[in-house]
């Protein structure tokens, strides 16, 4: 069945949100054991052989499901993070409310581990400033209703290799279908992030958003403004890393989510002069970033830094706002209009990113050479003294990047490739299988809180 981006006008079913589970059997769907990680395995059995369930869950499921390969293998177990722990020595605990266990495996793979729960710390009542003791762990049904989207509610168990399902997951799944789970407009407020994670995988999969999210979306979008910048900026570069940037952008366009996020953009793409064209660029270098992300394989691993696709977002706003393309200024006036742009990218896209200063500096060095790079991209070749400069190669991968989408020559897909396995940086900025100073330290620092009570609270100690 073809499954196209837009809104789906179904009614939703009067028993959604039943607790009773669909189970799936083996003979009726296509996941298979061999089609796990081997080190997902791995963890599963260990679960099992030490009396504990665990479930190979979310993103990973969904993706078994419609025949593709996921990125992540994540787990949920009855088992507590302090059990964990212990169970899986080459491992560390991260986050602070709900904690997580990593299990690490050599090349630095990582397998996330995480005890089922009953409510998302997004979810508390109004005027509960602590989620309550009775309300930190919590049973399967519990954890599938907790979660944002049914299509990534579902669980697998390799016992009796069956698929459960609690929340309408599979048939949305198979009607191609993004729902938030629950009451969308109560979710969406209590968790305006939501309403991107809905959008995302929206784009990825190609699925239609079901009708009352849909609307929920369009009516709490500005409810983003209250959410921390921090996990704004996280989970836009979640949109523009995942290989659907273009379809994610039609799709905030057309809920209003784009212009929630930059508003610097609902004047430039309205009636002005020039804004159908602003748009169409912006458009097809999100598109051209789509196509290198298209390209990843084991042989091949991207590089396109975090700023360099911010700067990509910020490129038709600032083309507009300082006429960047006609300028060709040197010395002290360039350095002056260079200041002017650094400023500009401060006032609309630091605080509402919480971008760092070198971040924006990135930025301004890309944007304020791109015209000098236009002016020598006809040319036989680059001149010498422009090939001596630190900044040569990340502003050719720029320009490149713009001259694709703007219909020009294809970017050579060679300057995107990551100069060295990158694998292992996971490992390397934890401090895991570095110095003994760091493992002492950090294995002081991630140590859990652990009760054996049934509804005890992890990670409150000295509490």
């Given at each position: 069945?073809?499954?196209?981006?837009?809104?789906?006008?179904?009614?939703?079913?009067?028993?959604?949100g039943?607790?009773?589970?669909?189970?799936?059997?083996?003979?009726?769907?296509?996941?298979?054991?061999?089609?796990?990680?081997?080190?997902a395995?791995?963890?599963?059995?260990?679960?099992?052989?030490?009396?504990?369930?665990?479930?190979?869950?979310?993103?990973?499921?969904?993706?078994?499901?419609?025949?593709?390969?996921?990125?992540?293998?994540?787990?949920?177990?009855?088992?507590?993070?302090?059990?964990?722990?212990?169970?899986?020595?080459?491992?560390?605990t991260?986050?602070?409310?709900?904690?997580?266990?990593?299990?690490?495996?050599?090349?630095?793979?990582?397998?996330?581990?995480?005890?089922?729960?009953?409510r998302?710390?997004?979810?508390?009542?109004?005027?509960e400033?602590?989620?309550?003791?009775?309300?930190?762990?919590?049973?399967?049904?519990?954890?599938?209703?907790?979660?944002?989207?049914?299509?990534?509610?579902?669980?697998?168990?390799?016992?009796?290799?069956?698929?459960?399902?609690?929340?309408?997951?599979?048939?949305?799944?198979?009607?191609?279908?993004?729902r938030?789970?629950?009451?969308?407009?109560?979710?969406?407020?209590?968790?305006p992030?939501?309403?991107?994670?809905?959008?995302?995988?929206?784009?990825?999969?190609?699925?239609r958003?079901?009708?009352?999210?849909?609307?929920?979306?369009?009516?709490?979008?500005?409810?983003?403004?209250?959410?921390?910048?921090?996990?704004?900026?996280?989970?836009?570069?979640?949109?523009?890393?995942?290989?659907?940037?273009?379809?994610?952008?039609?799709?905030?366009?057309?809920?209003?989510?784009?212009?929630?996020?930059?508003?610097?953009?609902?004047?430039?793409?309205?009636?002005?002069?020039?804004?159908?064209?602003?748009?169409?660029?912006?458009?097809?270098?999100?598109?051209?970033?789509?196509?290198?992300?298209?390209?990843?394989d084991?042989?091949?691993?991207?590089d396109?830094?975090?700023?360099?696709?911010l700067?990509?977002?910020?490129?038709?706003?600032?083309?507009?706002?300082?006429d960047?393309?006609?300028?060709?200024?040197?010395?002290?006036?360039?350095?002056?209009?260079?200041?002017?742009?650094?400023?500009?990218?401060?006032?609309?896209?630091?605080?509402?990113?919480?971008?760092r200063?070198?971040?924006l500096?990135?930025?301004?060095?890309?944007?304020?050479?791109?015209?000098?790079?236009?002016?020598?991209?006809?040319?036989?070749?680059?001149?010498?003294?422009?090939?001596?400069?630190?900044?040569?190669?990340?502003?050719?991968?720029?320009?490149?990047?713009?001259?694709?989408?703007?219909?020009?020559?294809?970017?050579?897909?060679?300057?995107?490739?990551?100069?060295?396995?990158?694998?292992?940086?996971?490992?390397?900025?934890?401090?895991?299988?570095?110095?003994?100073?760091?493992?002492?330290?950090?294995?002081?620092?991630?140590?859990?809180?652990?009760?054996?009570?049934?509804?005890?609270?992890?990670?409150?100690?000295?509490?």
């Amino acid at each position: 069945m073809s499954k196209s981006v837009g809104v789906d006008r179904k009614k939703r079913p009067d028993n959604f949100g039943s607790v009773e589970p669909v189970i799936i059997p083996e003979g009726e769907h296509s996941i298979r054991v061999q089609d796990l990680d081997r080190e997902a395995l791995k963890v599963l059995y260990r679960l099992r052989d030490a009396g504990f369930s665990g479930y190979l869950v979310g993103g990973g499921v969904r993706d078994l499901y419609l025949g593709r390969k996921p990125k992540d293998f994540d787990i949920s177990t009855d088992a507590r993070p302090g059990q964990l722990r212990k169970l899986f020595r080459n491992s560390r605990t991260i986050g602070r409310r709900f904690r997580l266990v990593q299990v690490f495996f050599r090349g630095g793979k990582i397998i996330e581990v995480s005890t089922l729960r009953s409510r998302s710390e997004y979810d508390m009542a109004e005027g509960e400033k602590v989620l309550p003791s009775n309300n930190t762990f919590g049973t399967l049904p519990e954890d599938a209703l907790r979660r944002d989207l049914t299509i990534n509610s579902l669980f697998y168990e390799i016992e009796n290799r069956t698929i459960i399902d609690y929340v309408g997951g599979i048939r949305d799944l198979d009607q191609g279908i993004v729902r938030i789970v629950g009451d969308p407009d109560v979710r969406v407020t209590r968790d305006p992030v939501r309403m991107l994670r809905a959008v995302r995988h929206a784009a990825r999969s190609g699925f239609r958003i079901e009708r009352e999210t849909w609307q929920a979306i369009i009516s709490n979008r500005d409810k983003l403004n209250l959410c921390p910048a921090s996990r704004i900026r996280d989970e836009l570069l979640k949109d523009l890393h995942g290989g659907a940037s273009r379809p994610w952008a039609c799709l905030a366009l057309d809920s209003g989510i784009f212009f929630t996020l930059f508003p610097c953009y609902l004047e430039l793409f309205g009636n002005t002069p020039g804004g159908a064209a602003r748009r169409e660029l912006l458009l097809g270098l999100l598109g051209t970033v789509d196509r290198l992300q298209a390209r990843i394989d084991d042989s091949f691993l991207l590089d396109i830094p975090d700023y360099m696709l911010l700067a990509v977002l910020a490129l038709p706003w600032i083309d507009a706002r300082f006429d960047l393309l006609e300028h060709r200024l040197k010395g002290a006036s360039l350095y002056a209009y260079s200041r002017d742009i650094r400023a500009a990218l401060s006032d609309v896209f630091a605080e509402r990113f919480n971008l760092r200063r070198m971040t924006l500096e990135s930025m301004t060095t890309l944007l304020v050479n791109l015209p000098v790079f236009a002016g020598h991209g006809g040319t036989k070749g680059w001149p010498s003294w422009l090939r001596k400069k630190s900044y040569f190669r990340d502003c050719l991968r720029f320009y490149q990047l713009f001259e694709e989408a703007r219909g020009g020559g294809r970017a050579d897909d060679n300057l995107f490739r990551s100069r060295q396995n990158t694998s292992e940086e996971p490992l390397r900025r934890s401090g895991v299988n570095g110095g003994a100073k760091n493992r002492s330290r950090g294995r002081r620092g991630m140590q859990p809180a652990f009760t054996s009570k049934k509804n005890g609270v992890f990670g409150l100690r000295g509490m």
